[in-house]
């Protein structure tokens, strides 16, 4: 059977960990050679491993998607090594300062923005000309439930989810008839290393917003992910998809 994406190139920010590794991975099972970036080089590294040792192909390269010089970098890197590029996952993430507005500091409301928000920005800033360079593509922004929904205590993250939400809608209607798709994922809480930062917050309080009585796990994420980034979604544009376990239908 052929594989989805033989013959493509893609670039995932956040692959170190979590839903980026899972997307990475999945994203080369199907043929695609990926070239993974994040911050933490010995994560990255394991995925990168990862990936050759199931055969398939992947580029590590470090570093931070708040910094567009270094974004630009991460799309030149997958032009000279694979020739094009036809697909990518921004993705990487952090969650923010937890407080009510006012209680919050400057520096951490402005970290969260740029990577969570700017980063995406600097993504497609790169990545579409590389796609029009290649004939097309498709983009998936890691945005998340609380890019739709609001909760008091994660000001910083939610503003920039928002943003991520509005930012692909923008982008995806003025780049339709060029043959890129962009869309953004919206998960519920995720059984990954990120929802250990969220402050003050017990995982059973997490599990007891779902309308399923669990977190969601990385895999269920990138099965998403990987449909929307796929020639199956065809027609799918500037949408939201959700995967939360209900979390948004109460
Ligand atoms: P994760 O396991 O912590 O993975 C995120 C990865 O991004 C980490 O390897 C992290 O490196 C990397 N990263 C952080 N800041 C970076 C930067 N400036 N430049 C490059 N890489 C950076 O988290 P995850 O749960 O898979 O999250 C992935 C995305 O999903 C994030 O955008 C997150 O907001 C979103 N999301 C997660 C959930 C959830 O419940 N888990 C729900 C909705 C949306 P370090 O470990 O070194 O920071």
Redesign the pocket.
Known sequence: MSKKFEGRTALV??A?????RAVSEDLAREGASVVV????RE?LEATAAAITAAGAVATPFV????DPEMVRAAVELAESEYGRLDLAFN????TGPSGLLADIDVAGYQRTIN??LN?VFYGMYYEIPAMLRAGGGSIVN?S??LGLVGTPTAVPYVTAKHGVTGMTKAAAVGYAEKGIRINSIH????D????KHIAGVQRSALVSLHPQGRLGT?QEVSRAVIWLLSDEASFANGTQLVVDGGYTAR
């Open positions: 920010t956040g170190a960990s979590g839903i980026g970036v994040d911050l933490d994560g570093a931070d998607v708040a993705n990487a993430g952090i990577v969570n980063a890691t998340s439930i998960p519920g809480y995720i990954t290393p990120l929802i990385d």
